[in-house]
Nanobody, 122 residues
């Protein structure tokens, strides 16, 4: 059974930090790019960051550049999202997902986790 499980969400004050984890199982984790997405109430799901399967290339949405860092540990089948200098507008449910290409659109991601809530208070 394919699974992606997010963890590490919570409540933090503005300016604080959180580290999200995404653990995969049931598929060849090494062969997949992993993306982080988020969805705030009343808004569409949006891409936050992604990391390739091969050379570790990383991509970030403009809204999080310089504050968030994505990394992966294939030995642990885990991808991390270090989130620093958090802002209230970062409040959302954060999802990780797996795709065969780092260039995949949101609709081309094959596997999704159930999400973890991140709440940033002002």
């Amino acid at each position: 059974e394919v699974q992606l499980v997010e963890s590490g969400g919570g409540l933090v004050q503005a300016g604080g930090s959180l580290r999200l984890s995404c653990a995969g199982s049931g598929f060849n984790f090494d062969d997949y790019a992993i993306g982080w997405f988020r969805q705030a109430p009343g808004k569409e799901r949006e891409g936050v960051s992604c990391i390739s399967s091969s050379d570790g290339s990383t991509y970030y949405a403009d809204s999080v550049k310089g504050r968030f860092t994505i990394s992966r540990d294939n030995a642990k089948n885990t991808v991390y999202l270090q989130m620093n200098s958090l802002k209230p507008e970062d409040t959302a449910i954060y999802y990780c997902a797996a795709a065969t290409s780092v260039l995949a659109t949101i609709y081309e991601y094959d596997y999704w986790g159930q999400g973890t809530q991140v709440t940033v208070s002002s």
